[in-house]
Structure formats: C-alpha cells, structure tokens
C-alpha cells in the first residue's frame, strides 16, 4: 500500500513538474498585443514568421491609419495595445506629436537611412512607396477612356463617377493625398482641386487599399492608391494598369512605434518586435507584398522602388501636426461625408 501511494505521489510529482516547465516556458516566450496597418495577409505573415522564430506570440488587430490613432488616443488612459506595426508616417508622427507613443533607440534601426528615421527615435520606417493610379484595363476599354497620367487629368469630366479613393479622415493613404496637394498647388488651390476631383469620385472608402481592391474586379473604373499594393494585385493577375502623376506624387513611409504605457509585461517583447521589424527576415516577407524595404534584400518582379517615381518634398512635420484642422476643412469644403462607405 505505502509502495502504491509513493509510486502516485512520485507521478503527480511529474505531472507538476511538466506543468510547471510548461507554463514557465510559456511565461518567458510572452505575448504581444499589437496594431498593424499592413495588409492583412502580409501581416499574418510577419507575424508568425516572428512567432515562429521568437516564440512570442503576438495578437493583433488591423487597422487603417487614421483608425489606429483614433483608437490609441481613445485608450491613452489604459493603452490596449503595446506596438504599431505598419502605417503611413504620417501618422505616426500624428502619434508621436499628441504623446501616444514612446521614444526607443533600436540598435537594429541603425541600418535605416536617418531621413526615414524620427529624429527624436519615436518611429523608424520599414519600407517607402509611392501614390500612384490604379485603372482597370477592362473597364477603360468598356467606357473608351485612357489611364490618367497626371493629378490634373483626374478632374476630367469624362472621368466622372469612375474614380475611387478613400477618406482623408480615416485613411492615412487619402491624407497622403490630401497633403501632396497643398504641396504641389498651396492649400487654398489645393482644396480647389480635391472640390472638382470629388466630382469625380463614386465613392470614398474607410481604408487606403481598398479602391484598388476594387478597382481590380471592376467596381470602379479608377483607384488612387499606393504602388506596391496596385503592383500586387497585377501579379495575383487582376487587369489593373499603374500609372504615376507627372506633376510628382507623394509617398508612404510604414512605419513602426511603441506605444506608450502598453498592457503590463509586454514592453520587453514589444521591443523585440519591433527590432525584428529590421531584419533580413523580415524584409523578404514585405516584399510578398511587392514593397520596397530600406533594407537591401532582393525585389520581385514589377516592385517599383521610389527612387524610380519623380516624388515631391513633402512636408510631414506640418501635415501631421495640421491633420485634424485640414480633415475638418475637406469635410467642410468637399462634403466626402455623404459618399464614404459606413462604418463596418
């Protein structure tokens, strides 16, 4: 009987020995809370090859850039979320300026050219791309149109109700957009133009990828929108031509950045991310997505470096910090309200 009872106890022993190690395991690998802008595919990726080579494991919601700074500063108070991955630096500096997000000198950021940088360390770029237009080739055909070349040809009026963008207030691609206007024109013509292209325009979407998602199966005729995204839809083999404005064009910086006073235990992690975010690894996986990384990895076919597209000086600083003013002004002077997709 006492034989019995040593050898029960010696195998309960065991078992919470095991789970003890487990769970100990499990509690060093950690956990993230994370937001990312990048496409939803191409953040699956990222990560879970992170996953796969940290063992951290990471929980993510997907966001558009201007719904993940509405969000961040909605939770300024009990921050949800320890990391943004992803996102137009617009954005980001957005962040940064109203104190959602945390200085953090990456040692693998060294590698990043220092104009993609935040001089203060609050965010690093991980890989640049132009706006560009997105045009169905089928449907230009159908509607005897040609693809636009120039900012100026878009207010045609032989385009009208043929083009698709999305909204400056939610979408960090639109305001993109918004802000290489007041660039190239000075703001009062600037609004002046988006007022004649909003003639144009069938519908404003709540995320910057989604018009030429549209675009390639038909729903309009014409998207504005980032290259990479335009170029990926052409080699998954949607009849999509791209063309660029021959005024100049603005362009994206992704980014990435810590928010401030994340969830409890996970900084530590949270920087691990985004040091990983510089890797060679990771810059293989962001070009599946046909973007082009600051890192030197080799490109896919058709990926279009920014180098390669005449771009303006754009005005980041200020376009950040007068985003909400601007916003207010486009909903005031273009009234995109009444043509933006609800709220899903």
């Known amino acids: 009987m006492l034989k019995r009872m040593f050898g029960i106890a010696l195998a309960l022993l065991f078992v919470l ?26 953040a699956r990726k990222v990560f879970k090859a992170f996953t796969e080579e940290t063992g951290i494991q990471v929980d993510w919601v997907r966001l558009s850039t201007g719904e993940c700074v509405a969000r961040m500063e909605a939770e300024k108070e009990n921050p949800q979320a320890s990391i943004w991955y992803g996102g137009v630096g617009l954005g980001h500096i957005e962040a940064k300026n109203k104190g959602l ?34 045009s169905n080739i089928q449907s230009l055909e159908k509607f005897g149109l040609t693809a636009p070349t120039s900012w100026e040809e878009l207010t045609d009026p032989k385009y009208r109700g043929h083009i698709q963008m999305a909204n400056p207030g939610s979408s960090g691609t639109a305001y993109n957009v918004l802000a290489t206007m007041i660039v190239l024109y000075g703001e009062e013509k600037a609004f002046e133009y988006m007022k004649r292209l909003d003639a144009n325009i069938n519908q404003y979407t709540r995320s910057g990828s989604a018009p030429g998602k549209n675009a390639a199966i038909g729903e309009t ?61 990771a810059a293989k996986i962001y070009t599946t997505a046909f973007v082009v990384p ?51």
Not at 19 to 33: L, M, P, R, V, Y
Not at 297 to 312: F, M, N, R, W
């Open 101 to 134: 997000t945390m200085q953090y000198d990456s040692p693998a950021a060294s590698r990043i050219p220092e104009n993609f940088r935040d001089p203060d360390r609050y965010w690093t770029g991980i890989y640049a791309g132009p706006l560009c237009f997105e």
């Open 17 to 42: 020995s095991v789970f003890t190690f487990a769970g100990g395991s499990q509690e060093k690998a950690g956990k993230i809370t994370a937001y990312t802008t990048l496409d939803e595919e191409l």
């Open 221 to 281: 005729t014409i998207a504005i929108g980032y290259a990479h995204d335009g170029v990926k839809l052409v080699n998954e083999g949607y009849p999509l031509k791209i063309t660029f404005p021959s005024e100049g064009t603005g362009y994206e910086i992704a980014s990435v950045s810590l928010i401030k006073n994340g969830p409890k235990g996970e900084l530590e992690y949270a920087k691990k991310l985004y040091d990983w975010a510089f890797s060679e690894t």
């Open 294 to 344: 600051f890192v030197d990895v080799p490109l896919p076919k058709g990926a279009v470096p920014i180098s390669e597209v005449k771009t303006i000086v754009q005005q980041d600083e200020w376009a950040a910090a007068n985003k909400a003013r601007l916003v207010d002004k486009w909903n005031e002077v273009v009234g995109g309200e009444a043509k933006t997709e609800p709220k899903k």
